[in-house]
């Protein structure tokens, strides 16, 4: 199985988006049209050959690519809230008491606020039916990391995530219907698609004074903080990776959100330089698997392999030194995948 993610091209754009249309709900930083796949994709290439600090026009956007298909797509949206608010709901307590009446309470209030502006977030993380069980998935969203160091100058530090929140069978979400539908008096999928490219009605339209959530329905405040059962693998490996859940949510389906300084992340802290060496017998390979990266923001490439540095060297067969782009000599970085938790 060949399995290579590297920035995305213009002969992607079919690929990307028969993945798309199969991404269902809620996943709302995938591009939700062909135009929109090829703006991303036009985006991006003008991202990789900029040289000052990414804008948040900048977008870098990624694609796995498995035995020679599309499987798989990513992203890293750098300085949220530089051009427009990035929202969040923020869960507070707030605890009261009547001493006279022996009686104390506590209550749970949602905020809005944009504690993540500046950062850099990933999203976009999906791939097919038949990448899963691969180790694709892992690929894909840890390589981003490898991508983010080699840039690092380029960047904040401060990496986010958002984890799409839960659904239920009808693809409905009962914290929307309990609270954003309210105020923006249109579907999940409607805000959705429009969110995608204009953040200004929910600076006009949310309601900016707190939540209190024992007003909302018991299915409503069940969900909040809680991941979509497809995506709570992925907020896993993210908080193996040493991100945190900071009590933000997502203002639309409540879904959270996890944070972690990019030199804290572990496949960034755990990365080890190496120098290509091209052979065609290899040492015997070991049983951990290693991401392997060319550090370099014009032709970065990632893929697994069994097999890490030794001595300083990095042993490549040539069809592997093929898929990679690198020869004899050439450095790459290299990152043992850590076993999961929980």
């Known amino acids: 199985m060949n399995m290579i993610v590297r920035l995305s091209d213009e002969k992607d754009v079919d690929g990307l988006y ?7 709900t809620g996943m709302t930083t995938v591009p939700n049209s062909r135009e929109a796949i090829e703006e991303r994709v036009a985006a991006s290439k003008a ?91 892992r690929l894909l ?43 923006f008096h249109m579907s999940f999928q409607e805000a959705d698609v429009r969110s995608a490219h204009d953040f200004r009605f929910i600076a006009d339209l949310m309601p900016k004074f707190p939540i209190y959530t024992e007003l909302l329905a018991d299915e409503a405040r069940e969900v909040i903080g809680k991941p979509h059962p497809h995506s709570a693998p992925a907020m896993n490996m993210l908080q193996n990776e040493g991100f945190r859940y900071t009590n933000c ?61 030794r001595d300083g060297s990095l042993f490549l067969t040539p069809e592997e030194a093929e898929t990679l782009g690198v020869q004899s000599g050439d450095k790459v970085v290299t990152s043992a995948i850590r076993s999961r938790k929980g």
Request: hydrophobic share 45%; glycine share 10%; proline share 5%.
């Open 18 to 24: 028969e993945l798309a249309m199969n991404a269902g």
């Open 47 to 137: 991202a990789v050959l900029g040289t000052g600090p990414a804008g948040p026009k900048d977008i870098f956007f990624f694609v796995l690519e498995l035995d020679g298909e599309v499987a798989g797509m990513a992203s890293i949206f750098p300085s949220l809230g530089a051009d427009r608010p990035f929202y969040s709901y923020r869960i507070s307590q707030v605890a009261a008491a009547a001493p006279e009446l022996g009686i104390q309470a506590s209550s749970e209030l949602l905020y809005l606020c944009n504690d993540f502006h500046g950062y850099d977030e990933i999203g976009t993380l999906l791939v097919s039916e038949k990448a899963r069980g691969t180790g694709a998935g």
């Open 141 to 183: 969203s840890l390589c981003r990391f490898l991508f983010m160091k080699a840039i690092e100058a380029r960047l904040s530090g401060k990496v986010m995530a958002e984890i799409r929140g839960q659904f239920d069978d009808d693809g409905e979400s009962h914290f929307w219907d309990a609270v954003a539908s309210k105020f």
């Open 249 to 309: 949510v997502d203002i639309f389906d409540a879904g959270p959100s996890v944070e972690a300084p990019l030199n804290d992340i572990s496949t960034v802290k755990n990365r080890v330089a190496a120098t290509v060496r091209v052979q065609s017998n290899i040492p015997t390979e070991g049983r951990n698997r290693h991401i392997v990266a060319v550090p370099d923001q014009l032709r970065f490439r990632a893929t697994l392999l069994h097999r890490g540095p």
